[in-house]
Structure formats: structure tokens, C-alpha cells
């Protein structure tokens, strides 16, 4: 079989010389899970043409699922039949009850097995119902049994962060077996949303080992998403270590990597293309290379030299565009413009050159926020601004954020409720019964109805407290309670037109000169991800209306990620004093105090929020611009 290097040309050569594995960049999730469910689909027909079994090895986690989505599909709409194939999934926690929500067993079925017409007998998945003195015989089976089929002849694969493939944690050794293994700190960080809390999560699982895998044919990788970036980084780039078990991969003959926008962001030919490639140079990729430069160097925009272009890689900047002394003054300059104390833009001032017009003066400002909270953590100083320089300041919740609300807090506000036995809104609820509920809930177990409404209650009156303390009055609060979230559990429903209508509503209520909204793309449970979907579909709807052409929209980050330094428009500087009034704003919001965020183990949200605003302050700082205490950021959406 020919390397994927031998296939490619010259320029993809030069461009893809860091890449050790065949890397396709795909548009978005959805077309890169149709792509590989096609070659799916393709290896299933040949060897039916062929008469034989397709063996495959199959993921669990969110990253396959649109491709069994695709696959479903292709078997209701095209025909596509899976008597022939036998399955052998990656892992399973253990110990774990089969008909457990969160075991594989379940999502496999859930998501593939009961829409499809594979035989029962062909399904393989270890066995987390059995005693731990059973485990290696079980194990030393299922490497039999795959042996005896014929051996994987495609084995999918998602990475978690903390590098694993399958459950294969870092220290996993190139010639491991299936077997059983303690999950990493990470995993079980990542994992925690699914139970209810990482203490809920199980330490160990049953996993096929770094040999098992690399003894599949072909093996088809997927990672989607910002979270994943540094760890896809490792494996396409790194060198090969235990450290990083997904970088055994690079010594497999056939793999071929799916990457989403997101997920490849790091990657050098897409991250610094300059190393890699000739590029045109535009401003924003300018601005993208000294920032880059600059951190390099560790020196600041305007102390870099001819000779420091010259020496990285950046020479045809300065061939193109002017010296050193212009590219530099060029990008501070896009640094000082962005960074403004008045993100509503300055009554009475020219700010032609400023992020936000003058007029219309104040504006009608629409905040949408995905959950309780998000606003604030993620532009609680800005909305301070926004409403002492006399804005109109609205905030739509989108969703209720009921999930997150642990289930004592609910106890704590039944108890109160009923001390104060007034329970409006609550009056049809039986909250004896609610507390007796939750006291039995198992880890994970979907919440009743009645216990959302509660929870749901709970958050608005946070919301609310939030609110006030930020001087937004409560006719300006609007509580969205988008359906798509009200499934009682970490996995969401799709969006429908009534998600987009209740949005579309709120817009023209208000009718914004002024819109924020959430912009990233990745967050643990999708929400945020859905929320922006949802509003690019309702801003569709929207663009006909008179008021929709004076609308500039912005979009924040969450909790999760920052924007990075170069793509920000709007960078609005806080005081110490406006970093403590966005703190308790956040701290407005009580139940979410102890809720961990995966990735977000280690500290309470307010404080990464705080954290990130602090390390934005810094790093403009480095870049040479003036020394704040911190600064929230922002960019222009570009539909
Ligand atoms: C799942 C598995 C894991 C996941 C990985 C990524 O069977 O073996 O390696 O592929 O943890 O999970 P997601 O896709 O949820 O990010």
C-alpha cells in the first residue's frame, strides 16, 4: 500500500510537513460525519459483494454520533445493511449495569443498534456487568473473539483529552491488550455531566488495548471541536508517546484523520500557515503573525525589528506591506482602536475609528444568554458599562438552565417554599413528594418534570438577583425556556422552529440597535453550540425588519475558551472595582457555585472567568498596549 505522503503533491507536501497522519479538514461536523459514514457504508458493500462479514470497531462518546446518525439514515433511506457486519465496541465503564443510561451499552443501542438490521448475536461490547475476578478471562475472550471474526477491518476512533484512544490512558503501552483500566482525572472530569458528578463517575472501564486497535485494518479518527485542539495538535504533530496513547496511530499504515474547523485550529498549516506556505497577506492574518511573533520574542508589537520578520518566517510581510516600523504601528493601532471604555459606543464623539457608533444614543441593547449566568460570566463588566452609560439594556435567557441546578439546592428552596407555604407558580407541584424524588435519585437518572419546573425556578430567580444587582430592570428580563433543552437530561433535543420563534419574538420586541450573543462553538453539553445555531436561524428571519440594518451583533465566549487575541473587535477594559462588581454579579447566581464545569475542574467558575479576563489584561499588555486589571472581549458576528 502506498504512504499517504506518496499521493499528495509537492505544495501539500511542504504544507502538511508536520503532519504525521493523513489529515482531512472538513467544514463542519456534519459533512465530515456524512464523509465517514460513506466510506463506512462503502467497506460494508464490498465485502457483502464479496460475500463476507465486514468486521467494524465502533466509539461511543459524541464524537460518532452524527455519523450513526448518517448511518441510520443511509439504512431507512438507501438500503444499507448491516446483517453482515459484526461489531466489537471500544470499551465500557466498569462495573456497569447494562441498562444503565450512561453505559455503552445503552448509547450503542440508542444510537445505532435499535434503527438498524445488524443480528443481535454480531453485536460485541465488554461486559461491565461481570465480577472483577472474571475481567482478564473475559478479556483474553473478546481478543478471541475479534481474531475469530477475521480481525477489525476498520476500527473508528474519537480522543478524549486526556490523549486516550478507546479508554487507553496516558501510560498505555503500544502492546497493551484489552483489558481492564483506571480512568484518568481528566476523563473523569469530562465524563462527570453524563453522571450527574465526577464522584459518580466509575474509575475503571474495560478497554481494548493500544494493540487491539492497531491490529484494525484501516482506522478512521474523528475529534471535533475547540476542546480538542491541543491534543489533536499532539497526535498529528507530536512525537509518538505513551504520554499521548493517541500517537501510536502515527506507526498504523491506513488512518485517515477527520477534523472539524475547530478541532484543526492548531494545527501549524492552519494556526501559523506563514511556516508552511506562501500567504497572502490580509490584515487580520497580519495581525494574526506579529501577535504571534511578538509572544515568540517575548517583546511587544512595536519594539519588533526588520531583522526579527526576517528571522521568522515573516520576511514577505515586510516585502509586501512596508518596514517593521509601519507593520508594527499598523497592528498597534488595530489593538488601540479595539480597546474602548464605552462598548456602547461614546455619546457626542467622533468614533469613526472606534468599535461602536456614537448614534443611535443610548441604544436598545439585547444580551442573549445561552443559560443563568453566562452572561455575566462572560460580559458581567461590559453589561455594567452598558447600563450606567444609560442603555436600554435587555437580557433574553435562552434556556432555562434547569440541569445544572444540584439537587440539595432544590431541597434547600423546597424547605423554604414550604416554610413560607406561599408557593406560587409551585401550587399544583406536591413538593413532599419532589423532596422524596431526590433524595431517591440515582446518579444521572433523568429529573421529573416537576423537579425541572423547580429548578427552573430557582435559576430565574438568580437571574433575577443578578439582574437587579447589575441595575437591569425586571420588565428587561426575558425568560426564553427554550424547548430543546427540556429533556430532563445532559443530552438535548434538536432544535425545532418554535426554539427560533421564541427568539425571533424577543428580537422584535426589542428590537435591538445593539445585539450579544454566545459565539462559541464548543461547550461539555452543546448547549451554547445549539444557541448559536439558533441564532443565526432567527437573525434569518429577522434581516427583512426595518431595525435589523442598524443591529451591529457581538459575540462573547463562555466560561470555556477566550476569543484569541488577534481575531477580538471590541476589548472593553475593567478597573479592579468593575472586576469586583462582575464577580458578585456572578455570585448572584448561588447554585452554580460548586458546579463543575468539565475541563473546569479545579476552580469555581467565577474564578476562571475572573482569571481569563485578568490573563486578556496581560497578554495586551505584553503586546505593548496600557496596563489594565482586566478585559472582557468580543467580536463582530459576520453571518
Ligand atoms: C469511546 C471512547 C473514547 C472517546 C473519547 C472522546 O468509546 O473510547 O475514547 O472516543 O473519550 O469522547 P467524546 O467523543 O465524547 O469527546
Redesign the pocket.
Known amino acids: 500500500m502506498l504512504n499517504w505522503r506518496d499521493e499528495i503533491d509537492v505544495k501539500q507536501k511542504l504544507e502538511r510537513k508536520h503532519e504525521k497522519l493523513l489529515v482531512n479538514i472538513c467544514e463542519d461536523v456534519n459533512s465530515a460525519s456524512i464523509e465517514i459514514a460513506n466510506i463506512i457504508a462503502g467497506l460494508i458493500r464490498e465485502k457483502e459483494k464479496a460475500g463476507k462479514n465486514f468486521v467494524l470497531g ?7 454520533v452524527s455519523v450513526y446518525r448518517e448511518l441510520v439514515r443511509m439504512h431507512k433511506e438507501e438500503g444499507l445493511s448491516f446483517r453482515h457486519v459484526i461489531t466489537f ?3 465500557e465503564y466498569f462495573p456497569m449495569n447494562a441498562g444503565n443510561d450512561q453505559s ?1 451499552v445503552h448509547f450503542m443501542h440508542d444510537h445505532l443498534f435499535d434503527h438498524i438490521d445488524i443480528p443481535p448475536e454480531n453485536v460485541n461490547i465488554p461486559d461491565g456487568e461481570i465480577d472483577q475476578g472474571e475481567v482478564y478471562d473475559f478479556c483474553q475472550n473478546y481478543e478471541q473473539k475479534i481474531k475469530e471474526a477475521g480481525g477489525l477491518d476498520l476500527q473508528v ?5 486526556s490523549g ?4 487507553n490512558e496516558p501510560g498505555s503501552a503500544n502492546n497493551s491488550p484489552t483489558r481492564l483500566i483506571s480512568l484518568d482525572s481528566v ?1 473523569i472530569a ?1 465524563a462527570a455531566g453524563d453522571f450527574g458528578a465526577a464522584a459518580n463517575v466509575p474509575r475503571r472501564a474495560i ?1 481494548m488495548g493500544i494493540e487491539t486497535i492497531m491490529s484494525a485494518r484501516k482506522i478512521i479518527f474523528m ?3 475547540e476542546k ?1 485542539t491541543a491534543v489533536v495538535k499532539e497526535t498529528v504533530e507530536g512525537e509518538v508517546s505513551d504520554l499521548i496513547p493517541a500517537t501510536f496511530i502515527q506507526e498504523h499504515r491506513d488512518v485517515s484523520v477527520f477534523l472539524d474547523q475547530a478541532a484543526s485550529s492548531k494545527l501549524t498549516r492552519v494556526d501559523t500557515p506563514w511556516l508552511v506556505r506562501d500567504v497572502k497577506w490580509d490584515d487580520l492574518l497580519i495581525k494574526k503573525a506579529v501577535v504571534w511573533l511578538s509572544k515568540k520574542l517575548g517583546k511587544p508589537v512595536l519594539k519588533l525589528t526588520n531583522q526579527d520578520y526576517n528571522d521568522n518566517h515573516l520576511s514577505t510581510i515586510i516585502m509586501n506591506h512596508g518596514s517593521a516600523y509601519d507593520i508594527n504601528l499598523r497592528v498597534f493601532k488595530m489593538f488601540q482602536k479595539s480597546i474602548t471604555g464605552w462598548p456602547g459606543g461614546k455619546r457626542d464623539a467622533d468614533q469613526h475609528d472606534r468599535p461602536e457608533r456614537s448614534l443611535p444614543y443610548p441604544k436598545r441593547i439585547l444580551v442573549f444568554s445561552p443559560r443563568p449566568a453566562d452572561d455575566v460570566i462572560a460580559m458581567g463588566g461590559t453589561l455594567n458599562r452598558l447600563v450606567k452609560q444609560g442603555h436600554d439594556v435587555h437580557i433574553a435567557y435562552q434556556t432555562s438552565g434547569n440541569i445544572s441546578v444540584p439537587d440539595h439546592e432544590v431541597i434547600k428552596h423546597i424547605e423554604l417554599v414550604m416554610e413560607l407555604t406561599s408557593g406560587q407558580n409551585v401550587q399544583d407541584i406536591d413538593l413532599n413528594g419532589v423532596k422524596e424524588m431526590l433524595n431517591k435519585k440515582e446518579p444521572g437518572e433523568a429529573d421529573h418534570k416537576d423537579v425541572r419546573r423547580i429548578k427552573s425556578l430557582i435559576r430565574k430567580s438568580e437571574a433575577l438577583a443578578s439582574c437587579r444587582f447589575l441595575g437591569i430592570p425586571e420588565k428587561n428580563v426575558h425568560f426564553l425556556e427554550m424547548p430543546f433543552y427540556e429533556t430532563g437530561t445532559i443530552k438535548k433535543a434538536s432544535l425545532k422552529e418554535e426554539d427560533i420563534q421564541k427568539m425571533v419574538k424577543v428580537l422584535r420586541q426589542v428590537k435591538p440597535d445593539q445585539l450579544f450573543a454566545a459565539g462559541d462553538l464548543t461547550d461539555p453539553h452543546g448547549t451554547r453550540r445549539t444557541c448559536l445555531v439558533a441564532l443565526t436561524r432567527s437573525l434569518e428571519q429577522v434581516k427583512g425588519d426595518d431595525w435589523y440594518a442598524g443591529c451591529w451583533t457581538w459575540l462573547y465566549k463562555g466560561a470555556w475558551q477566550e476569543w484569541e487575541i488577534s481575531d477580538i473587535d471590541m476589548a472593553v477594559p475593567l478597573s479592579p472595582e468593575e472586576l469586583d462588581q462582575k464577580r458578585l454579579s456572578i455570585f448572584r447566581h448561588s447554585t452554580q457555585k460548586d458546579v463543575q464545569f468539565p475541563g473546569m475542574e479545579d476552580m469555581e467558575v467565577w474564578r476562571y472567568s475572573v482569571e481569563r479576563n485578568r490573563a486578556t489584561a496581560e497578554l495586551l499588555n505584553r503586546l505593548g498596549m496600557a496596563e489594565y486589571e482586566a478585559v472582557e472581549v468580543f467580536v463582530n458576528h459576520k453571518p
Not at 58 to 64: E, F, K, N, V
Not at 157 to 161: A, D, K, N, Q, V
Open positions: 465502533l466509539a461511543t462518546g459524541s464524537s460518532p465496541n471500544l470499551d455503552y476512533l474519537g480522543i478524549g483529552r486516550h484512544i478507546g479508554f476523563t469530562d478497554t475529534a471535533w471541536g480538542k
